[in-house]
């Protein structure tokens, strides 16, 4: 089954600083991956998401590349501002029934 | 309605009580999840509803009990739990199991 790994387990940024999370996923058949935001206490938010017929996708401050060939996707953080502080989660599927695969999560701190 | 809710918030029970954990969405969604999540770690796959129907049960213990009532509910129910199980139970929903998984904003377990 698919695995997916994520680095780094916590990453410490000062506040304006980019930052930058990696993921590496094991099944070449995955398609899906999205990446979710989870606050101290909170529910996990999608924050942005990107399919395999795509190489990038940006949103405002943050954006995600993905690199098939290589199996991994990252996602970049510009202009760091205190409550991007959370716990990132990186997650790979497969297109058809099978569900989403996690990563085991980065905690991003940054510092004002 | 954009959101899934869920019921109790909190919940502290015994090893001999059996209780229920209740989620609701009403963004016409066919596929709903139930995750464990522990702290610090990443949501954990319990089980996975396509179209009312259970598709997935990743090796739950009978102790955990899912219900599919209607295309809008998902319950779990819980019986003879053990302290192990206290976590953070996160119920989720999909338009199919390759899209967006919007998630509820959980119920902690507390198992005494």
């Known amino acids: 089954g698919e695995n997916v790994e994520q680095h780094p387990s916590t990453l410490s940024v000062q506040e304006g600083d980019s930052a930058v999370i990696k993921c590496t996923y094991s099944?070449?058949?995955?398609?899906?991956f999205p990446w979710y935001k989870q606050e101290l206490g909170k529910r996990p938010q999608l924050i942005i998401d990107?399919?395999?017929?795509?190489g990038e996708k940006k949103d405002q401050r943050i954006a995600v590349t993905l690199n098939k060939t290589a199996k991994h996707f990252s996602l970049h953080i510009t202009e760091t501002q205190p409550e991007d502080s959370a716990v990132y989660f990186c997650a790979a599927s497969i297109s058809g029934n099978t569900p989403l695969v996690f990563g085991k999560g980065t905690r991003l701190s940054v510092i004002a | 309605d954009t959101e899934v809710t869920q019921t109790p918030k909190h919940l502290v029970m015994g090893m001999t009580n059996k209780k229920s954990l209740k989620c609701e969405q009403h963004?016409?969604?066919?596929?709903m999840y139930w995750y464990k999540q522990k702290a610090k770690k990443p949501p954990e796959l319990m089980f996975v509803?396509?179209?009312?129907?259970?598709?997935i049960n990743e090796s739950v213990p009978s102790r955990f009990s899912p219900e599919c009532p209607n295309s809008s509910l998902l319950n779990l129910h819980l019986h003879a739990l053990q302290p192990e199980d206290s976590a953070l139970y996160l119920c989720?929903?999909?338009?199919?199991?390759?899209?967006?998984?919007?998630f509820g904003p959980g119920t902690r377990l507390t198992v005494l």
């Open positions: 099944d070449s058949a995955s398609n899906y």
């Open positions: 989720a929903s999909s338009l199919g199991q390759n899209n967006e998984q919007f």
């Open positions: 509803y396509s179209y009312e129907k259970l598709s």
């Open positions: 963004m016409g969604h066919r596929a």
């Open positions: 990107i399919r395999s017929n795509v």
